[in-house]
């Protein structure tokens, strides 16, 4: 199955979170945080403004972000969990 999303919203995959502190402590899966960096994977044509004009995103597909930790919605597709939230979620781009 593939997602393709609409307006300004995007499809993020988060990126794996170290299991390990920098001082060498392995971290339980159970105890570590969900990462709040992510790949974008997929985008929507643009936000619709008030007269009708849409404005295209600034990320596009395969950008590092950086969101809110509770940021977007989590989907499951093909087994694989993705996020989907919209462009005013995103903080950053890592460059």
Known sequence: MSLRP????????RQEQETKTASGI???EAAA???DMGKVI????????ED????????????????GKYSG????VDGK????????????VVA
């Not at 919605?73 to 499951?76: A, D, L, Y």
């Not at 969990?81 to 950053?92: C, G, K, Q, S």
Request: charged share 30%; hydrophobic share 45%.
């Open 6 to 13: 609409l307006h300004d919203r995007v499809i993020v995959e």
């Open 26 to 28: 392995v971290l339980p």
């Open 33 to 35: 945080e969900k990462p």
């Open 42 to 49: 997929a985008v929507g044509n643009g936000k619709i403004l």
């Open 52 to 67: 009708g004009k849409v404005r295209p995103l600034d990320v596009k597909v395969g950008d590092t972000i950086l969101f």
């Open 73 to 76: 919605q989590t989907v499951k």
């Open 81 to 92: 969990e993705v996020l989907v939230m919209r462009e005013d979620d995103i903080m950053a």
